[in-house]
């Protein structure tokens, strides 16, 4: 997509939707499905290469054809983009067009001697602010975020037709080339297993697997397979190796890959937040009120004072005077605060808006491998066949996993890891290894054989459920070695199946005497085995997940499941962190639903399991459509079009590339408590950033309708145009401090979101009670101080830049909180000193030479008096009608 319908997208708030990703991914699942199913000899036939590989011509040949093996990824643009994305607001632009009319109005067809840039250069100044604290911000961010996307050059081992096995770089891979993968590698391409032996992966960067799969090069019962990611014989690109070793062919590499159908759609898409939809609403209200004030306001001025040229002037000026003009600013300057902040909490905001967003988010939808666990292996239990916890049991499977020579796959680890082992060091002390028998696939069980210091032999196995049934003839049951009857099998199995229901990975223990002083031990002597026990593993849940949740629900987040992992292991971190599931939706089903049905499902259900990357970005799409603010937590490569399609995207810095590049946020450490804070911080940052905006707006409203009366009855203007300009200045500037305001309690229990209705109405509310005031003040002017013609126009106009400023920056502690102002909420000491600092200007500038240079006259004493009791009315009326207006609404900022 170009610069410009990037431009008109952000602003028109167009969200660009397509069916590529689905098509690509499609294709994709189409393509592995029916690698899987063919024969060695057939894949082979259909990548056009052999046993023994390719020939280095025919490789280079290849690369040409297929480019290198690379997915698309999304690179920080160049600082001249960032800096004009940083442009493309719409608070900007509403601001660039009022200084073009400032510059033709008071520069190209002003009369000569009356030109005047005063207007000119205080907007293109605080445009420039705003646009500059955004990019260098932003700017630091990507260059943080691209530092922790940094990677290092892979290299894998090729075989090639003439050159034998030899070390490439990943980048130069082909279809055809075969490849060896061992223990540690990641997988570089999408590949067909030819031979494997005792392989295990890892593919919960994919699919959200928590535990490793077994993967062969067998060609599965097409039963079986459910999905493109559910093929034992598959490879995906960006999965690791954990155990065994494996001889493949690559299939597909870069965007062919599954894992590159998903990024090369991705690259560049980013729909519009929560954040982007309420900026564009505010600009719309703003531009609303323009265009309803600034005409009448045109016409009455031309018709009373007859000079339409002024009444031109004066209706841009009340064009400004209604536009926040520091808002850009403030809100840059509180995300960026908001930003510095959460860097102090390990992390990394990529887009400033996104702690906006954060603030926002009443969803949270997480993955749970990783998030809620600990993305690793560990032994829960270790029960004999009675179903009861069996420290013998332990030891025999400690023994198994310490002494086998072999690669030990995650599941040995877990054992050797396992708080009871300490008490097992002394092992090699009492035991010494006699021989062993390397675990097999086919076979899916491994045993050793270990003498004891009074010369008792004993072969100790463990595997899979059949396969070790298959192996035993007796069971120790109840301290007594019994046969194995088909009743006591099935009493094992339903032992297996309650502890899989409750999410565990089973694997079951055995040993027999051996009485042969041999040193020679094969597959036949795994036979007549007495059964002992079950061990089960699981991947633990975080201690902090369960707190984190409740946390984040004080606070008005839902927390919802979305995970590629199986339900039962879903259902049993959810019981063990305390999070109650109100309804659990297999991804099969949600491939089912149209649009409109899935919005429906998602509000009756929080937890959603064996999930797709696909099925996951609808997820997230249906709670957004039924007008949540939904964050996602998520560091695969299957998280990453809910990643992007999420207003909030958030991820770690050791997820995936994908999943960094598609996320907002990026947290230096995988924990929801991190989220909380960041939460709070967003609600206050938003806080701050609608105290500007409400204040303001309903002050300036006050503002415009006291000229809009006064128009009509006052044979001058009340203000002239620069004086309206820099009495806006001033109370800008007042506002700077802002971001380093307090915010209520109250405000932060509760997601907050952008409301142009609230504002609306709290503008019609509040900004009439200033004009009240203004009315007495229009009143003690003309007929106190009798300021009522031409020739006394600059005491009216000073008297009234005096009382409106200072009343302005009084509703800054009226509005900023709920609460009643110096007594029950007090505001930051920034926010006293600017606040306070400019009141004193606004006071002395009247009997200053700049005050006389711009029109303003010296103020008599008396005037004073008058402006006191003014203000302690106001403030009285104010809190007043502060509290109705609560009790009405329920609601303040």
């Not at 019994?482 to 694997?507: H, M």
């Given at each position: 997509m170009g610069l410009i319908q990037k431009v008109i997208s952000k602003l028109s708030g167009q969200e660009i939707h397509t069916d590529e990703v689905r098509e690509a991914v499609s294709k994709a699942s189409a393509f592995l499905i029916e690698a899987s199913r063919a024969g060695v000899?057939?894949?082979?036939?259909?990548?056009?290469?052999?046993?023994?590989?390719?020939?280095?011509?025919?490789?280079?040949?290849?690369?040409?054809?297929?480019?290198?093996?690379?997915?698309?990824?999304?690179?920080?643009?160049?600082?001249?983009?960032?800096l004009i994305q940083a442009s493309i607001n719409p608070f900007v632009g509403i601001l660039i067009l009022l200084a073009v009319a400032a510059f033709i109005t008071e520069y190209i067809f002003a009369p000569p001697g009356e030109q005047d840039l005063t207007a000119v250069i205080i907007i293109v100044i605080l445009v420039l602010i705003s646009v500059l604290l955004t990019f260098f911000q932003e700017y630091q961010a990507n260059r943080a975020a691209d530092q922790l996307l940094s990677m290092i050059q892979n290299t894998t081992i090729v075989e090639r037709q003439d050159q034998g096995r030899v070390e490439l770089v990943t980048t130069n891979l082909v279809p055809g080339d075969i490849v060896y993968l061992s223990a540690g590698a990641i997988i570089p391409a999408d590949v067909r297993i030819l031979s494997a032996n005792n392989l295990s992966i890892n593919e919960a960067a994919l699919t959200g697997e928590s535990l490793p799969l077994e993967k062969e090069a067998e060609v599965p019962d097409e039963s079986t397979v459910l999905n493109a990611l559910d093929l034992p014989n598959i490879g995906y690109m960006g999965t690791?190796?954990?155990?065994?070793?494996?001889?493949?062919?690559?299939?597909?590499?870069?965007?062919?890959?599954?894992?590159?159908?998903?990024?090369?759609?991705?690259?560049?898409?980013?729909?519009?937040?929560?954040?982007?939809?309420?900026?564009?609403?505010?600009?719309?209200?703003?531009?609303?009120?323009?265009?309803?004030?600034?005409?009448?306001?045109?016409l009455i001025s031309g018709f009373v004072q007859g000079h339409w040229f002024n009444a031109l002037l004066f209706g841009l000026a009340v064009a400004v005077g209604l536009t926040p003009e520091m808002l850009p600013t403030i809100i840059t300057a509180n995300l960026a605060k908001g930003t510095i902040e959460m860097a102090r909490s390990k992390t990394i905001i990529k887009r400033l808006s996104a702690i906006q967003n954060l603030g926002a988010m009443n969803v949270l939808c997480t993955d749970k491998t990783g998030t809620l666990t600990y993305d690793t292996v560990a032994m829960e239990s270790y029960l004999n066949v009675e179903g009861l916890s069996d420290p013998m049991v332990y030891?025999?499977?400690?023994?198994?996993?310490?002494?086998?020579?072999?690669?030990?796959?995650?599941?040995?680890?877990?054992?050797?890891?396992?708080?009871?082992?300490?008490?097992?060091?002394?092992?090699?002390?009492?035991?010494?290894?006699?021989?062993?028998?390397?675990?097999?696939?086919?076979?899916?069980?491994?045993?050793?054989?270990?003498?004891?210091?009074?010369?008792?032999?004993?072969l100790i196995c463990k595997g899979a459920l059949d396969e070790m049934l298959a192996a035993s003839e007796h069971i120790r049951f109840k301290e007594d070695i019994t046969p194995l009857t088909g009743e006591l099998k099935e009493q094992v199995r339903r032992l297996a199946v309650q502890a899989n229901s409750d999410g565990l990975r089973i694997l079951l223990v055995a040993y027999r005497d051996i009485d042969n002083l041999s040193s020679n031990f094969g597959v036949e002597d795994e036979a007549n085995l007495v059964l002992f026990g079950l061990i089960g593993f699981l991947d633990p849940?975080?201690?902090?997940?369960?707190?984190?949740?409740?946390?984040?629900?004080?606070?008005?987040?839902?927390?919802?499941?979305?995970?590629?992992?199986?339900?039962?292991?879903?259902?049993?971190?959810?019981?063990?962190?305390?999070?109650?599931?109100?309804g659990l939706v297999q991804g099969s089903e949600i491939e089912t639903v149209s649009d409109h049905e899935l919005s429906?499902?998602?509000?009756?259900?929080?937890?959603?399991?064996?999930?797709?990357?696909?099925?996951?970005?609808?997820?997230?799409?249906?709670?957004?459509?039924?007008?949540?603010?939904?964050?996602?937590?998520?560091?695969?490569?299957?998280?990453?079009?809910?990643?992007?399609?999420?207003?909030?995207?958030?991820?770690?810095?050791?997820?995936?590339?994908?999943?960094?590049?598609?996320?907002?946020?990026?947290?230096?450490?995988?924990?929801l408590m991190i989220l909380e804070e960041g939460v709070s911080k967003g609600r206050h940052v938003f806080g701050n950033i609608m105290k500007y905006i409400k204040m303001t707006v309903s002050s300036n409203f006050g503002n415009v309708f006291s000229v809009l009366v006064a128009s009509i009855f006052i044979p001058f203007p009340p203000m002239l145009p620069l004086h309206l300009l820099i009495q806006n200045l001033l109370y800008d500037i007042s506002q700077i401090s802002i971001p380093w305001d307090h915010v209520?309690?109250?405000?932060?229990?509760?997601?907050?979101?952008?409301?142009?209705?609230?504002?609306?109405?709290?503008?019609?509310?509040?900004?009439?009670?200033?004009?009240?005031?203004?009315?007495?003040?229009?009143?003690?002017?003309?007929?106190?101080?009798?300021?009522?013609?031409?020739?006394?126009?600059?005491?009216?106009?000073?008297?009234?830049?005096?009382?409106?400023?200072?009343?302005?920056?009084?509703?800054?502690?009226?509005?900023?909180?709920?609460?009643?102002?110096?007594?029950?909420?007090?505001?930051?000491?920034?926010?006293?000193?600017?606040?306070?600092?400019?009141?004193?200007?606004?006071?002395?500038?009247?009997?200053?030479?700049?005050?006389?240079?711009?029109?303003?006259?010296?103020?008599?004493?008396?005037?004073?008096?008058?402006?006191?009791?003014t203000l302690l009315a106001y403030f009285i009326v104010m809190q007043i009608v502060k509290t109705l207006y609560i009790r009405r609404f329920k609601v303040w900022l």
């Amino acid at each position: 997509m170009g610069l410009i319908q990037k431009v008109i997208s952000k602003l028109s708030g167009q969200e660009i939707h397509t069916d590529e990703v689905r098509e690509a991914v499609s294709k994709a699942s189409a393509f592995l499905i029916e690698a899987s199913r063919a024969g060695v000899e057939e894949v082979l036939t259909r990548v056009n290469s052999s046993e023994q590989g390719l020939t280095e011509a025919e490789a280079l040949s290849r690369l040409e054809v297929y480019g290198n093996n690379e997915t698309a990824h999304e690179k920080a643009p160049s600082w001249f983009s960032q800096l004009i994305q940083a442009s493309i607001n719409p608070f900007v632009g509403i601001l660039i067009l009022l200084a073009v009319a400032a510059f033709i109005t008071e520069y190209i067809f002003a009369p000569p001697g009356e030109q005047d840039l005063t207007a000119v250069i205080i907007i293109v100044i605080l445009v420039l602010i705003s646009v500059l604290l955004t990019f260098f911000q932003e700017y630091q961010a990507n260059r943080a975020a691209d530092q922790l996307l940094s990677m290092i050059q892979n290299t894998t081992i090729v075989e090639r037709q003439d050159q034998g096995r030899v070390e490439l770089v990943t980048t130069n891979l082909v279809p055809g080339d075969i490849v060896y993968l061992s223990a540690g590698a990641i997988i570089p391409a999408d590949v067909r297993i030819l031979s494997a032996n005792n392989l295990s992966i890892n593919e919960a960067a994919l699919t959200g697997e928590s535990l490793p799969l077994e993967k062969e090069a067998e060609v599965p019962d097409e039963s079986t397979v459910l999905n493109a990611l559910d093929l034992p014989n598959i490879g995906y690109m960006g999965t690791n190796v954990v155990s065994g070793t494996a001889r493949t062919v690559v299939i597909a590499t870069g965007s062919g890959t599954y894992f590159g159908s998903m990024s090369r759609e991705l690259v560049g898409h980013h729909p519009p937040t929560s954040f982007d939809l309420g900026i564009r609403n505010v600009s719309m209200l703003l531009i609303r009120f323009m265009a309803i004030m600034v005409p009448i306001i045109f016409l009455i001025s031309g018709f009373v004072q007859g000079h339409w040229f002024n009444a031109l002037l004066f209706g841009l000026a009340v064009a400004v005077g209604l536009t926040p003009e520091m808002l850009p600013t403030i809100i840059t300057a509180n995300l960026a605060k908001g930003t510095i902040e959460m860097a102090r909490s390990k992390t990394i905001i990529k887009r400033l808006s996104a702690i906006q967003n954060l603030g926002a988010m009443n969803v949270l939808c997480t993955d749970k491998t990783g998030t809620l666990t600990y993305d690793t292996v560990a032994m829960e239990s270790y029960l004999n066949v009675e179903g009861l916890s069996d420290p013998m049991v332990y030891k025999y499977t400690y023994l198994n996993s310490y002494f086998q020579t072999g690669l030990r796959n995650p599941l040995d680890e877990a054992v050797l890891a396992h708080q009871q082992a300490d008490e097992l060091l002394s092992v090699e002390l009492d035991y010494t290894k006699i021989g062993e028998i390397p675990f097999e696939t086919a076979r899916r069980r491994m045993s050793v054989i270990v003498e004891n210091r009074n010369g008792e032999r004993q072969l100790i196995c463990k595997g899979a459920l059949d396969e070790m049934l298959a192996a035993s003839e007796h069971i120790r049951f109840k301290e007594d070695i019994t046969p194995l009857t088909g009743e006591l099998k099935e009493q094992v199995r339903r032992l297996a199946v309650q502890a899989n229901s409750d999410g565990l990975r089973i694997l079951l223990v055995a040993y027999r005497d051996i009485d042969n002083l041999s040193s020679n031990f094969g597959v036949e002597d795994e036979a007549n085995l007495v059964l002992f026990g079950l061990i089960g593993f699981l991947d633990p849940p975080k201690e902090t997940a369960g707190p984190a949740i409740q946390a984040l629900n004080k606070l008005g987040v839902e927390v919802r499941i979305i995970t590629g992992d199986n339900e039962i292991a879903t259902r049993r971190i959810c019981k063990e962190i305390g999070f109650t599931v109100r309804g659990l939706v297999q991804g099969s089903e949600i491939e089912t639903v149209s649009d409109h049905e899935l919005s429906q499902v998602v509000e009756n259900n929080n937890v959603f399991v064996r999930t797709t990357p696909l099925q996951k970005s609808r997820i997230i799409g249906a709670i957004k459509s039924n007008g949540h603010t939904v964050g996602f937590l998520g560091d695969g490569i299957n998280d990453a079009p809910a990643l992007r399609d999420a207003d909030v995207g958030i991820s770690v810095d050791n997820a995936v590339d994908i999943a960094k590049e598609s996320a907002e946020i990026i947290l230096l450490e995988k924990s929801l408590m991190i989220l909380e804070e960041g939460v709070s911080k967003g609600r206050h940052v938003f806080g701050n950033i609608m105290k500007y905006i409400k204040m303001t707006v309903s002050s300036n409203f006050g503002n415009v309708f006291s000229v809009l009366v006064a128009s009509i009855f006052i044979p001058f203007p009340p203000m002239l145009p620069l004086h309206l300009l820099i009495q806006n200045l001033l109370y800008d500037i007042s506002q700077i401090s802002i971001p380093w305001d307090h915010v209520d309690e109250e405000y932060i229990e509760r997601p907050q979101k952008w409301n142009p209705g609230s504002i609306a109405r709290f503008t019609l509310y509040i900004g009439p009670v200033s004009s009240i005031f203004d009315f007495t003040t229009f009143a003690l002017l003309w007929y106190v101080y009798g300021a009522s013609t031409g020739a006394e126009q600059s005491f009216f106009q000073s008297g009234w830049f005096v009382l409106g400023l200072l009343s302005q920056t009084m509703i800054v502690h009226m509005s900023r909180t709920r609460k009643i102002p110096f007594i029950e909420s007090t505001a930051a000491r920034p926010v006293l000193i600017m606040t306070g600092l400019v009141m004193l200007i606004g006071l002395v500038v009247p009997f200053t030479p700049f005050g006389h240079a711009v029109g303003f006259i010296s103020l008599p004493l008396s005037f004073f008096g008058w402006l006191v009791l003014t203000l302690l009315a106001y403030f009285i009326v104010m809190q007043i009608v502060k509290t109705l207006y609560i009790r009405r609404f329920k609601v303040w900022l």
